[in-house]
């Protein structure tokens, strides 16, 4: 038995895929937004509520004293997940082994991947230069080996 043969044999590609609907048709109007975007949409969906439910209740009461009606404003703007922003950070970004995941000091001149120690070293000097790509292009780098 060949080992393309057995690597065929034990391939996932042509099995069948239950999870997967067959009726499914991709939107080709669908635009994509980025995640900045989305939040942002998201803070001003949840502004205009707030802004409405204010006008509810100011329309509602308006005999309430103005020192209870500080108290509901003060309420209204607790800190959610969404709401909550933090400048940049100051410290240099952590940068991980490429091979195990553990924080890397060190970059590999030759493939550019980072790594951790001596013996990680040792395995990227013996990768090839598509496996060394193949590692780049999971860390999203454009893989360039020379």
Known sequence: ??????????????????????????????????????????????????????????????????????????NEEIPTYLSIEAPPSVLPQRHYCDITGLEAPYTDPRTGLRYHDKSVYELIKNLSPSAAKDYLAARGVNPIVR
Do not use: C, W
């Open 1 to 74: 038995m060949s080992l393309s043969t057995l690597a065929e044999q034990l391939s996932y590609l042509h099995s069948p895929r239950p999870f997967k609907n067959p009726n499914y048709t991709k939107n080709a109007n669908r635009r994509t937004k980025n995640l900045k975007t989305v939040l942002g949409q998201e803070r001003e969906k949840e502004r205009i509520e707030r802004e409405r439910r204010r006008q509810e209740r100011d329309s509602q009461a308006m005999d309430i004293d103005e020192a209870k009606k500080e108290v509901v404003e003060v």
